[in-house]
């Protein structure tokens, strides 16, 4: 999307446009998620969902899950304060599966290392400041590697701008939830510098929920003749209150259940420290090399409330490491990307159980331990031009991952605590693609094979329990084929739909009478359409839908009679796994006026394996409003959830009773936002 700027609504860095919807089609639109560097989306051969500065500003989310909603086939599951669960093409995933089989970028480069993942991972990313997001559907493991089995998202760092601004906002709505956030950017010379801060602060619409939550990022540019050099550094830092389920049949629709929180004891500390910079030179002839070094650290301790034993569980990792690319050629008739990844991570966990042992949770340590990992990562891509019309991008990528486990506590089990023996574990996935672009119809339509991979996170292979010595975790595969196409049938019109077929195959879970399975398939079927229509100069129509159908294909029976209902049956639904995700806006920019009112639908879903019990969906109405008062003044309103339902973010089923995280009811923001 393209805007006409009249009047001016600031956020962190991205100006809302009050007016004048300038309207672009597919072929303008610029991508950097799918070959590292800038790219016609149009030429793309992924399915990629693009949310720029100004849509993001628009929303101004409370949570990420508001703004990739409107991204196709994409599920986040909000939990306690800013903690998530995702989808993107796949039920909703938790434990290893959730962390490890989505990867989560900001500027290209992993927010973690591979095997180190969190389920949580959006909340480290600075989104709240974000230039844009994009989304890649699908397996895009030839060029980014090992966690990219159902999908990418990538968090894009605003640049510095070419004069000298500042930027400020803030907002507070009805549940006590205040946000702020300021940034400052300019360029001198052949240097540029961006500043960006943001802030939230909430009481919690639920008994002892409060967040706490600080972000800051810096980039510095320098462009010369032949070398460009972005630098980027962000901290993030958690405080929150963690509210656990709601438990009972209906639980979310009674209005003190939903409100009330049986865990106020718990809580997550998290915080997080990246710094990368990107060399790109120039050698003339359109060769290019690219190098990126980056070092990470993060750290959190939580208490896991939703057990029994109410233990603290501290981990974190530290990494250095280095993406390379070479780029050649930039005609029509022949391009190539070839580089080497790698990176070296120290990563620890600890678990201690304070109160006294219940049941086979045990007082004292339960886990401690630490894992040395590298990885090598060599990839190559080659697109070249089979006619007038014909393009064929053939890409593969090899990931060798090597883990050197050191037990700090005495080998073997205690109460239902493995702690297994010193070891080292290494793996080595292939992740080929190939795909055909063919210019038809006024778009781009592609077919595609792609493979994505996942070697086992360190928690599958180590924080084991006595019955899993003989189910070790393997490399998890899924085999994409996906059909789809891109364009503008009209010069207000424009389109991105696509179909799909994945099969995977070592899907590692734990079930539910507590044994590993490290040999589980499902198979994965949808389409999605993305559309956008511009009805007149002020007046647009957005919407995306997507229908998808997630089953296993294999049978585990449930020994557990309190567990009978998590038995899986090969062709049954997966459990939290809605056949149809839908949403639509309409934006309407007359003058220094502008508002939004957007419609967001999740189908109805089972709950547990065996698909006996459901969840019936829901549907949400949001508006938002925003008026420029003054030149670079604006006033913001958003009124979330309209109609007040009683939904819930996420339901599932535990030890035979219904669970819930209950959504927010109707809130109220105003907010102010100014540019100097």
Do not use: C
């Amino acid at each position: 999307m393209v805007f006409q700027v009249r009047g001016r609504l600031v956020f962190a860095g991205a100006v809302i446009t009050a007016a004048g919807f300038a309207g672009a089609a597919a072929e303008d639109e610029i991508v950097v998620t799918g070959e590292r560097r800038a790219q016609a989306a149009k030429y793309a051969p992924a399915s990629i969902s693009a949310l720029d500065g100004h849509e993001l500003a628009r929303i101004s989310p409370d949570h990420a899950s508001e703004a990739l909603a409107r991204a196709a086939g994409v599920l986040i599951h909000r939990g306690s304060g800013q903690e998530h669960l995702t989808a993107i093409r796949s039920p909703v995933l938790t434990g290893g599966a959730g962390a490890g089989s989505f990867l989560f970028l900001e500027n290209g480069v992993p927010l973690r290392s591979a095997g180190f993942a969190n389920v949580n991972a959006l909340f480290e990313a600075h989104s709240e400041i974000a230039a844009s997001i994009e989304v890649v559907r699908g397996p895009s493991g030839a060029l980014y590697g090992a966690n990219a089995i159902h999908g990418v998202v990538n968090v894009l760092t605003p640049a510095p701008e070419e004069v000298l601004s500042a930027r400020l906002s803030f907002s507070g709505d009805t549940v006590e939830r205040f946000k702020g956030s300021a940034a400052l950017s300019g360029s001198f010379g052949r240097h540029g510098a961006w500043a960006g801060v943001s802030l939230l602060s909430e009481g919690g619409y639920r008994d002892a929920t409060g967040v706490d939550q600080q972000k800051a990022t810096l980039r510095h540019d320098f462009n010369g003749n032949a070398v460009s050099v972005k630098t980027i550094f962000s901290a993030v830092n958690l405080n929150q209150e963690t509210g656990g389920f709601v438990v009972g049949p209906d639980a979310y629709k009674d209005p003190l259940l939903r409100r009330g929180n049986l865990n106020p004891e718990a809580f997550r500390d998290a915080r997080s420290v990246r710094l990368s910079s990107r060399v790109d030179i120039d050698a003339g002839e359109n060769t290019t090399f690219s190098v990126t070094p980056f070092a990470r650290w993060t750290d959190q301790s939580f208490l896991l409330h939703f057990f029994p034993s109410k233990a603290l569980e501290e981990n974190g990792h530290w990494s250095i490491g280095a993406q390379t690319a070479f780029y050649a050629g930039r005609s029509d008739d022949l391009s190539f990307i070839a580089g080497v990844d790698w990176e070296r991570t120290e990563g620890y966990l600890r678990e201690v159980q304070s109160i006294p042992t219940i049941g086979t949770f045990t007082q004292g340590v339960h886990y401690d331990y630490e894992v040395a990992a590298f990885a090598v990562s060599p990839f190559v891509q080659a697109s070249f031009a089979l006619s007038d019309r014909l393009r064929a991008v053939l890409a593969a990528r090899l990931d060798w991952t090597r883990y050197d486990y050191d037990a700090r506590t005495p080998a073997g089990s205690v109460g239902r605590f493995l702690r297994p023996p010193d070891a080292v574990d290494s793996f080595v996935t292939a992740s080929p693609k190939a795909s055909l672009l063919y210019d038809v119809a006024g778009g781009v339509l592609r077919a595609s094979y792609a493979r994505g991979a996942r070697p086992p996170q360190t928690t599958d292979l180590y924080r084991l329990q006595p019955s899993q010595t003989s189910n070790a975790a393997r490399p998890e595969f899924i085999d994409a084929f996906e059909i789809g196409w891109r364009g503008a049938p009209h010069d207000r019109v424009s389109i991105d739909a696509a179909a799909y077929f994945m099969a995977k195959k070592n899907f590692f879970f734990r079930d539910a009478d507590g044994f590993n399975v490290n040999d589980g398939r499902t198979r994965h079927v949808g389409v999605e359409v993305e559309a956008t229509m511009r009805a007149s100069d002020d007046l647009t129509l957005d919407a995306n839908v997507a229908w998808g159908r997630h089953t296993y294909r294999f049978d585990r029976p449930v020994v557990s009679p309190v567990q009978q209902g998590e038995a899986i049956r090969k062709g049954d639904d997966v459990d939290t796994a809605p056949r149809w995700l839908a949403g639509g806006r309409l934006l309407w920019t007359p003058g220094p006026f502008s508002a939004e009112a957007e419609w967001l639908y999740v189908s109805g879903y089972f709950t547990d394996a065996a698909n006996t019990r459901t969840y019936p969906g829901h549907h949400l109405v949001n508006l938002r409003a925003a008026y420029d008062v003054a030149d670079g003044l604006a006033l913001y309103v958003t009124a979330r959830n309209l109609a007040d339902k009683l939904y819930a973010e996420r339901a599932d089923v535990a030890f035979g009773e219904d669970r819930y995280f209950p959504g927010e009811e109707r809130t109220i923001s105003v907010g102010i936002a100014a540019e100097f």
